[in-house]
């Protein structure tokens, strides 16, 4: 039985490992993509060149409200179902957040607004000095990550989709530069597989002593 589990086990990670070479392998085309492309020039162009009254109104009305799911759905897996992939989630979401917020005293980059004038700025995001990796970014993609690795049903692809939303809209509202999130969620990319990494090991070393 012991041998069954460890095979089972080895099957399992093998696709995980290979569902995360494809995450990481868009991630750094994204980054390939940005660095060809100048950073300012793309913000100008999502901040001023796609501004209009009814994104503004999809984006404040629609898609903030939608970004609420990410931590509401895995909150009540957990507390009502005993889901551990709805705490691993929130846990995930919350690391990248901390983490982030520890990142941003360390480069203290400028947010748009500091940098650049006639910045539209929208929105309720957080006022903070420094934008350098967008923290916004890094706990909706440590949220989407975390739940799409653990279920890898159709909730986990629309929280993917709400996080890739989640960054167009932090550029959109003038707060974020497109580096900081691309960089964001990179990070929340790491961080993400790394728990998956010691949350597996830790579950799997008690299920063989059980």
């Not at 990481?24 to 793309?42: D, R, T, Y």
């Not at 507390?79 to 690391?95: A, C, E, N, R």
């Not at 916004?136 to 049903?153: H, N, Q, S, V, Y």
Request: some cysteine; proline content about 4%.
């Amino acid at each position: 039985m012991i041998e069954f589990k460890k095979r089972v086990y080895k099957v399992v990670s093998k696709m995980n490992n290979s569902t995360n070479k494809i995450f990481i392998g868009l991630f750094v085309g994204l980054i390939i993509f940005l660095i060809m492309i100048s950073n300012e020039a793309l913000f100008l162009f999502i901040n001023h060149g796609l501004a209009n009254q009814y994104l503004d109104f999809i984006v404040l009305y629609i898609f903030i409200p939608l970004f609420v799911l990410m931590g509401v759905i895995p909150g009540i897996l957990f507390v009502f179902k005993k889901d551990i992939s709805g705490l691993f989630t929130l846990f995930s979401g919350g690391f990248c957040y901390i983490v982030g917020n520890l990142i941003k005293l360390i480069f203290k980059m400028p947010r748009p607004y500091a940098m650049l004038p006639d910045v539209r700025i929208i929105g309720p995001w957080h006022m903070s000095q420094y934008s350098f990796p967008s923290t916004t970014t890094m706990l909706a993609f440590g949220l989407a990550l975390a739940f799409f690795i653990e279920k890898r049903d159709k909730l986990s692809y629309f929280f993917l989709a709400l996080a890739f939303l989640v960054g167009f809209t932090v550029i959109y509202t003038g707060f974020h530069f497109p580096k900081d999130v691309v960089f964001g969620a990179s990070l929340s990319l790491l961080f993400v597989c790394l728990l998956k990494k010691i949350k597996d090991k830790l579950f799997n070393e008690k299920s063989l002593r059980s």
